[in-house]
Structures are given as C-alpha cells and as structure tokens.
C-alpha cells in the first residue's frame, strides 16, 4: 500500500524559507513521476512543480520558477521541496503525490496522480 507522508509545513514571514518533505513508501517508484500541488483558501488545488523519481527531471509551475526547487533522494525514497523567498499568496495545504507513468504534457493534471498526502499548511505573513 503505497504511503506519502509530508512534513515541514508552518508559519514564515514574507520573504523567507521552508522546506517540505515527501516520505514515500509501499513499493518501488522508478516509474512514477512526484508532483507537488498546493490548495489556497477558496481555491482550486493547482499544481506547484513535479519531478521523475528515474532521471530526475523537474517541471514548475510559473509563479514559483525560480524560487522553489523539488529534488529527491532515491534511497531514502523521499522527495522535498524547497521553498524560497516566500510569498503571502503561497499560503496553501500543500499535497505530495505520486503518478505512475506519467507523460510530462500532463504533469499538472491531478488526476493522473493515483496516491496522495493529506498535506501541511504554509502559512506566509505579510
């Protein structure tokens, strides 16, 4: 039974940094891509930035293109995201996610995510 556990969420001042941490487990993920999506107050969830667990490779979202980062670490089967020079519009539950054989042109779409985490709160203050 595949399992995605998230931490690190909190409360930061604008301008400041968290990093949010995916613990996956129940098999092995070689073929799934890791996406990260984030729920606002009165908004739709909408996804943040996504990367292969084989090869590496990352996709973002425009609004966070060059502030945040998602890596991961094959071993420990975690994944992370790191977010940096926050903003009071990042606030949101953000969602850990897993999607077996993914094609990149559909990165976004949460419903090709089959697992998901119940997801911390990011809180930024103004």
């Known amino acids: 039974q595949v399992q995605l556990v998230e931490s690190g969420g909190g409360l930061v001042q604008t301008g400041g940094s968290l990093r949010l941490s995916c613990a996956a487990s129940?098999?092995?993920?070689?073929?799934?891509?890791m996406g990260w999506f984030r729920q606002a107050p009165g908004k739709e969830r909408e996804v943040v930035s996504a990367?292969?667990?084989?090869?590496?490779?990352?996709r973002y979202t425009d609004s966070v293109k060059g502030r945040f980062t998602v890596s991961k670490d094959t071993a420990k089967k975690m994944v992370y995201l790191q977010m940096n020079s926050l903003k009071p519009e990042d606030t949101a539950v953000y969602y850990c996610?897993?999607?077996?054989?993914?094609?990149?042109?559909?990165?976004?779409?949460?419903?090709?995510?089959?697992?998901w985490g119940k997801g911390p709160l990011v809180t930024v203050s103004s």
């Open positions: 996610a897993a999607g077996a054989r993914l094609m990149w042109s559909t990165f976004d779409h949460e419903t090709r995510y089959e697992h």
């Open positions: 129940g098999r092995t993920f070689s073929d799934y891509t």
């Open positions: 990367i292969r667990w084989s090869g590496g490779s990352t």
